[in-house]
């Protein structure tokens, strides 16, 4: 194979953020073999970012002999720390627009037909929901003649199960879509961001040993040595550095880790992280304690513009709401924070509008940015103190935290609710099959 062009990235990254006015952003042409006629065609590979998601490499191949064409996508980012399943109620056409990243190691399932693609039997894609079917379609359709020639009963079997996944694209019934990704590193797009999709529903899940083992990750040999008994107060007198890989670029840096104890409150553990390659920071906040018996439910009034000062603690547990703003916000969307009001409202804004990948290049619509751009206008309005809104912090795992002003008098402001955890809450966090008592038995 010759490299036939080759235009490197001028003054940053090697992966640009995905952008069709990017006159920069070239692909990589290299000459190969055709599979399907052993002629020779052309690969193209691109390295993109997309904004919100993550780092992939998208390659595209043609040959102009026999015309063969095929595309892929490969994530070029680190696996996440959780897997992740989304769950898509298919109720029209519409939804079947939807777009979608699928990475090598993720499952698709239709339950109403009993269907299932495998991890690892196709290649990473970057499509929507229609063309999953379509692929699916034309996977099942291969070698069909030689089929009918040898199985013809196998063959009437997949033409009948073909016809059914064609119906699908009619939305005569609904039906449901699941793409669960040990890697975490798939993903489905909400249509009615900022808001809540009903349709949809996003789950995040501790990996078994088995999905590790298929994504190469393997636990590190612990030495087991004897730890001073005062080792927690000397972590709460000191900053700890330990080595770690910048979220952004990936290139070796340093986070910074602390206890605090935040009064009236708890302790909690925070991370810093500062890439001096990219000049990427970011900071996480983790909980200091075991997950509480009870769940907890802090709903802010904010009256004026005054609240924004507010010290605020959200695990990366917690979801946000704003019913006035019709807004949801899943647990992990952006992760532990201790912050202010205004800075997570800031984050939030970020996240919904200024790094929203649908708001530029080809997926861009105008009726999707005009409703989001009102979004970030009305949380403008929220911390300039121009709208009587609630905030709610909703924990399963009862570790966020919202600043008492008025303490140790009662906020009138403020409400803080206990409620048991439903099933689902605790599978969430994994307790259901959590055992911690008689180990002994």
């Known amino acids: 194979m010759s490299i036939i062009h080759e235009e490197s990235v001028r003054g940053g990254s090697m992966f640009r953020d995905i952008n069709a006015d990017d006159e920069d952003s070239q692909p990589t042409e290299i000459e190969s073999m055709c599979m399907n006629c052993h002629e020779d065609g052309m690969t193209r590979l691109l390295l993109s ?3 919100f998601f993550k780092e992939v490499i998208v390659s595209s191949f043609r040959c102009d002999h026999c015309h063969w064409s095929n595309t892929e996508i490969q994530s070029a980012g680190r696996i996440q720390d959780q897997g992740i399943r989304y769950t898509v109620k298919i109720r029209s056409k519409p939804d079947l627009d939807r777009e979608v990243v699928r990475s090598d190691s993720a499952i698709t399932k239709i339950p109403e037909l009993d269907f299932e693609v495998p991890a690892y039997t196709q290649k990473g894609s970057l499509s929507t929901i229609e063309g999953l079917l379509d692929r699916a379609v034309t996977a099942l359709q291969q070698d069909q003649a030689v ?22 694209k009619h939305v005569e019934e609904e039906f449901t879509l699941i793409i669960e990704d040990p890697s975490g590193n798939s993903f489905v797009e909400n249509p009615v961001a900022p808001q809540k999709d009903e349709a949809m529903t996003v789950t995040h899940f501790t990996r078994t040993v088995d999905q590790d083992a298929q994504l190469g990750l393997y636990p590190e040999n612990e030495l087991e040595e004897e730890k001073p008994e005062n080792n927690l107060e000397a972590m709460r007198g000191e900053v700890l550095m330990f080595k770690t890989n910048c979220p952004e670029c990936n290139v ?20 810093a992280t500062n890439c001096d390659d990219c000049g ?6 983790k909980s200091g304690g075991a997950t509480e018996a009870l769940g907890t439910k802090i709903t802010l009034h904010v009256t ?14 917690c979801g946000i709401l704003i019913p006035e703003l019709e807004f949801e916000l899943g647990m992990a969307a952006v992760g532990g924070k201790f912050t202010t009001l205004e800075g997570l409202l800031t984050n939030i804004k970020d996240l919904i509008v200024s790094k929203n990948p649908f708001l530029c290049g080809d997926s861009s619509t105008s009726d999707r940015s005009e409703k989001l751009q009102q979004f970030g206008a009305k949380i403008d309005r929220i911390m300039a103190g121009e709208m009587d809104v609630h905030v ?15 303490a140790p008098d ?31 038995e």
């Open 304 to 317: 004026d513009a005054s609240d924004m000062s507010r010290d605020l603690l959200k695990s990366e547990t």
């Open 147 to 168: 089929r009918r020639a040898d199985f013809p009963d196998l063959a009437l079997q997949i033409d009948e199960f073909v016809d059914k996944l064609q119906k699908l």
């Open 410 to 440: 009662p906020d009138p402001e403020l409400t803080i609710e206990k409620y048991t955890r439903t099933y689902e809450q605790n599978e969430d966090l994994g307790l259901n099959d959590m055992k911690t008592e008689g180990y002994a």
């Open 280 to 285: 990427h920071r970011t900071n996480e906040v």
């Open 392 to 406: 709610i912090l909703d924990d399963p795992a009862g570790n966020s935290y919202i600043q008492n002003v008025y």
């Open 252 to 271: 070796p840096a340093s986070t910074n880790m602390k206890l605090v104890q935040i009064p009236h409150f708890k302790e909690v553990i925070i991370m």
């Open 49 to 51: 970012k997309i904004p």
